[in-house]
């Protein structure tokens, strides 16, 4: 971010962003993302801005002080939130120490209400709370195997979706270290919940796991779980098995 745009600020950001506003695409984004009356994103309104797009723009004012951010994450606009989202990531990666990444953390917990769309939690909750558990992790030893870590336990109980949504794709991070225990915990938790999206999350995460560290594991969560969770997480959760254990478990 120039000098210029630090002393600019917000309006310079907003102004950057409508200027690449896009009707038709706002009309586009509006139905994709349900936001019509009694849909999961009612109420949400949308500029039509493509991500590559916002993600360059938030590039340019990486520096934002954390003040202007709180009030891009408290936008009616979805893409101000989202600009913001990314800004908050990359100070979350140049911060240098752990109680830097924990303010940063503490600050984007603390603003969730502003993360009310899937996308705005899937694509900001594993560069920032998912990668800061993982290195405490590392740092501390404190996370038992099989335990959910309480913050993600917390979200997991949240009475907001978005949270319980948080709290389940926050595990990826685990995944790429080789880790499952805290996904399939989570997974068996949330198994129940009552929203598609929540479904597509558990079996999102599940079939990541079987993926990523041990397809053995996800069989015998499978064999355990498959005759009473919902077909969506079913159907997630095997997408990458064979033909024959794919029908296998759906005819169960």
């Not at 100070?91 to 503490?106: F, S, T």
């Not at 740092?139 to 709290?167: A, H, V, Y």
Request: hydrophobic share 40%; glycine share 6%; proline share 4%.
């Amino acid at each position: 971010m120039t000098k210029a745009n630090q002393a600019a600020g917000l309006k310079q950001l907003a102004a950057e962003i409508k200027k690449a506003a896009d009707k038709w695409q706002a009309a586009n984004l509006q139905r994709f993302f349900k936001t019509g009356p009694g849909q999961y994103g009612e109420g949400d309104v949308f500029l039509g801005i493509k991500v590559p797009v916002l993600r360059k723009i938030a590039l340019r004012y990486q520096d934002l002080p954390r003040g202007d951010i709180e009030k891009s994450l408290a936008s009616p606009y979805h893409e101000f939130r989202l600009v913001a989202l990314f800004i908050l990531i990359r100070q979350y990666e140049r911060a240098g120490d752990m109680p830097a990444r924990k303010k940063i953390v503490d600050f984007y917990l603390a603003h969730t209400r502003g993360m009310n769309n899937w996308d705005l939690v899937d694509l900001s909750v594993c560069k920032i709370l998912g990668e800061y558990l993982v290195a405490r992790g590392k740092e501390s030893k404190d996370f038992k195997r099989g335990i959910i870590p309480p913050i993600l336990l917390k979200l997991s109980n949240s009475t907001n979706l978005w949270e319980r949504r948080m709290s389940m794709i926050a595990t990826f991070p685990f995944l790429r270290e080789g880790r499952s225990d805290i996904t399939f915990a989570l997974a068996k938790k949330l198994l129940f919940e009552k929203h598609d999206l929540m479904h597509k999350a558990v079996g999102w995460m599940l079939r990541e796991a079987g993926k990523r560290v041990s397809r053995q594991e996800l069989l015998d969560f499978l064999n355990a779980h498959s005759k009473v969770m919902p077909r969506t997480a079913l159907r997630y959760a095997i997408e990458h098995l064979d033909p024959g254990q794919r029908e296998g478990y759906l005819k169960k």
